[in-house]
């Protein structure tokens, strides 16, 4: 192999591992504001998202506050770097209010979430806020 086939090879797997490490390492960061997602039942009437409309695979922060009350930490980081590479409570809100306008609170940042027995007001919040 010519070395400048190696060499061009070898820039192409450093750039392909430099853009995968770009995907993963800024949802290890922990810096930025915290923010959780918290569950508590409500007796509002109201409409509401279906719980089963609402996969936890997709839906894991919602999903984890709902059976538990609040899910873990999402770390906003440093000047939205982190927004266009890592899941967040607020892309999933957004999808959620796009597809379930009716279930949406007064701000973006509540939705109702109803299951079988209970009714759910589901919001992000940020710590020591």
């Known amino acids: 192999m010519r070395r ?3 060499n061009t090879i070898f820039a192409i ?3 392909i591992g430099l853009l995968l490490a770009l995907g993963a390492v800024p949802s290890l960061l922990r810096s930025g504001e915290p923010y959780h997602v918290t569950a508590e039942q409500t007796t509002e009437q109201g409409p509401s998202v279906s719980l089963t409309a609402l996969p936890a695979s997709r839906y894991p922060f919602v999903s984890a506050a709902i059976a538990d009350g609040r899910s873990e930490a999402y770390y906003e980081g440093p000047f939205g770097f982190k927004e266009g590479f890592a899941h967040s409570p607020f ?4 999808a959620i209010t796009q597809r379930y306008g009716t279930a949406v609170g007064p701000d973006d940042r ?3 979430v109803g ?3 209970s009714r759910y007001r589901v919001r992000i919040d940020r ?3």
């Open 127 to 129: 710590a020591g806020a």
């Open 13 to 15: 797997v450093v750039v």
């Open 4 to 6: 400048v086939t190696r």
């Open 91 to 94: 892309d999933e809100f957004d």
């Open 115 to 117: 299951t079988n027995e």
């Open 110 to 112: 509540l939705i109702y």
